[in-house]
């Protein structure tokens, strides 16, 4: 049972999701929350494997919220909601540690997938999305140096962190390197480990920060 939290200002939308969510035989609303504050301490009381969280709400904003439920110890993936997708706080939140975004005027198919895809520990990013962050940093001076925990890597796991980056999937990179599923799963998860990373979306932002992925590079997806 996949047990989701819904934090936004607005009751309609609120109660929209929750009437999707609970009619699915997987998934759980376990509360709700009207702001940032109150995300954070439902988060920390109900402890939900997802919160589907809004941008702009009032007292404290999505981003914080996020940024202070990604710092806990086993926290909850964070879906961000967003008006639309050129919202200015995209990159933010990314940073704050968001595992993925969806439009609030997605349909139902798109809410179910988009929660079960960040409970099963997968980053969403919309094309749209990740091509606003490559053109985000295209306008960007180059790092001057880069992590030093990137050079615990292994010449393949960089190999790897850089298809991660331009949004392939392990399916995909496993075809593009010829080896298998499982192999490709094993590099993700120790490329994680080694840079402390959440998910599949502060891969692309360190990729992206430490020059690792040059704009333009991109795979489609």
């Given amino acids: 049972m996949i047990r989701v939290l819904i934090a936004d200002d607005q009751e309609l939308v609120r109660t929209g999701f929750r009437v999707i969510l609970n009619a699915e035989p997987d998934i759980e609303v376990v509360g709700e929350a009207g702001d940032g504050r109150e995300a954070i301490e439902a988060a920390a009381a109900l402890r939900p494997d997802v919160v589907l969280m809004d941008i702009r709400m009032p007292n404290l904003d999505g981003i914080e919220a996020t940024r202070r439920i990604a710092a806990a110890p086993g926290s909850p ?3 961000i909601l967003t008006t ?3 919202d200015e706080y995209v990159y933010e939140a990314l940073r704050a540690g968001a595992s993925g975004f969806l439009l609030k ?3 139902a198919d798109e809410l179910l ?3 079960r895809v960040i409970a099963g520990g997968e980053a969403l990013l919309a094309p749209s999305i990740t091509r606003r962050l490559i053109e985000d940093y295209a306008h960007r001076p180059p790092p001057r140096e880069r992590p030093a925990a990137l050079a615990e890597l292994t010449p393949r796991e ?3 962190l850089r298809l991660v980056a331009r949004g392939l999937s392990n399916a995909d990179i496993a075809g593009q390197l010829v080896v298998g599923d ?3 799963k094993t590099h ?3 490329i994680f480990a080694k840079l402390d990373l959440h998910d599949r979306a502060q891969a692309v932002v360190l990729a992206y920060e430490s020059g690792l992925v040059q704009p333009g590079a991109a795979a489609s997806t």
């Fill in 188 to 190: 993700v998860a120790r």
């Fill in 84 to 86: 639309f997708d050129l």
């Fill in 105 to 107: 005027d997605a349909g």
């Fill in 182 to 184: 499982a192999t490709v």
């Fill in 77 to 79: 993936r964070v879906l």
């Fill in 158 to 160: 960089l190999e790897v």
């Fill in 113 to 115: 997938r988009a929660v």
